[in-house]
């Protein structure tokens, strides 16, 4: 725990008047049950005995999108049993923005002498993505060797595309939407899918320009 930074004066000023109002009318946000619950578990003897009395078996799901105090608070609930078992991808952190850490995943099982087991076979992409995905995450250092093996034959193509900034990206969707399009493909059977909400608002706005696609 310690005090909040950021390079902007301002945006610390309205974080503390922010805590002020909470904590004035008793509000609190998911960050605070969280900092909250381990806290109170960390200092009640009793209350602590009593939450890991009542979970036998503890499995998380998702286990590369936990932040430090879910990771903490996971331990203190488990440390009487260690029947605890966890499922993720350290490739697929998504949620850094709020303090996710794949490092708790990666070295799970060497902190708690836990057996691993590794699912390489993928089964939801052909050959092109599945090559295209093996040859970019490879070039992430911080995260132990893995390569994705091919079940779902080879029918297909894929390319890169890059772009600078979330506008030139939304733009050069679109317009290759457009040339999808101008080929002869109809509009439903164009699909532009998303892994978080934000790149929305400026595909939104690049699709509804005076010259759409």
Same mark, same amino acid.
């Given at each position: 725990?310690?005090?909040?930074?950021?390079?902007?004066?301002?945006?610390?000023? @309205?974080?503390?008047?922010? $805590? !002020?109002?909470?904590?004035?009318?008793?509000? #609190? /946000?998911?960050?605070?049950? &969280?900092? +909250?619950?381990?806290?109170?578990?960390?200092?009640?003897?009793?209350?602590?005995?009593?939450?890991?009395?009542?979970?036998?078996?503890?499995?998380?799901?998702?286990?590369?999108?936990?932040?430090?105090?879910?990771?903490?608070?996971?331990?203190?609930?488990?440390?009487?049993?260690?029947?605890?078992?966890?499922?993720?991808?350290?490739?697929?952190?998504?949620?850094?923005?709020?303090?996710?850490?794949?490092?708790? @995943?990666?070295?799970?099982? $060497? !902190?708690?002498?836990?057996?691993?087991?590794? #699912? /390489?076979?993928?089964?939801? &992409?052909? +050959?092109?993505?599945?090559?295209?995905?093996?040859?970019?995450?490879?070039?992430?250092?911080?995260?132990?060797?893995?390569?994705?093996?091919?079940?779902?034959?080879?029918?297909?193509?894929?390319?890169?595309?890059?772009?600078?900034?979330?506008?030139?990206?939304?733009?050069?969707?679109?317009?290759?939407?457009?040339?999808?399009?101008?080929?002869?493909?109809?509009?439903?059977?164009?699909?532009?899918?998303?892994?978080?909400?934000?790149?929305?608002?400026?595909?939104?706005?690049?699709?509804?320009?005076?010259?759409?696609?």
């Amino acid at each position: 725990v310690q005090p909040a930074t950021h390079e902007n004066e301002d945006v610390v000023e @309205l974080y503390r008047r922010f $805590e !002020r109002h909470r904590r004035r009318d008793g509000w #609190l /946000t998911y960050a605070d049950m &969280l900092r +909250a619950g381990w806290a109170t578990l960390l200092h009640d003897d009793a209350l602590r005995a009593d939450a890991q009395a009542a979970y036998r078996h503890v499995l998380v799901d998702e286990f590369q999108d936990v932040s430090r105090v879910q990771f903490h608070l996971l331990d203190l609930l488990t440390a009487k049993h260690r029947n605890y078992m966890v499922i993720g991808d350290a490739d697929q952190c998504i949620y850094g923005w709020r303090g996710a850490d794949p490092s708790f @995943l990666i070295n799970f099982d $060497e !902190r708690y002498d836990a057996a691993a087991y590794r #699912l /390489t076979d993928s089964f939801r &992409l052909p +050959a092109a993505p599945l090559v295209l995905a093996n040859a970019l995450i490879q070039e992430n250092e911080s995260r132990p060797p893995k390569r994705l093996h091919l079940t779902q034959g080879v029918s297909g193509t894929a390319q890169v595309l890059a772009a600078d900034g979330p506008a030139a990206v939304a733009s050069l969707i679109a317009d290759t939407g457009g040339a999808l399009q101008e080929e002869g493909r109809a509009l439903d059977e164009v699909w532009n899918l998303v892994r978080t909400y934000g790149p929305t608002a400026p595909l939104a706005r690049a699709f509804l320009a005076p010259n759409p696609p």
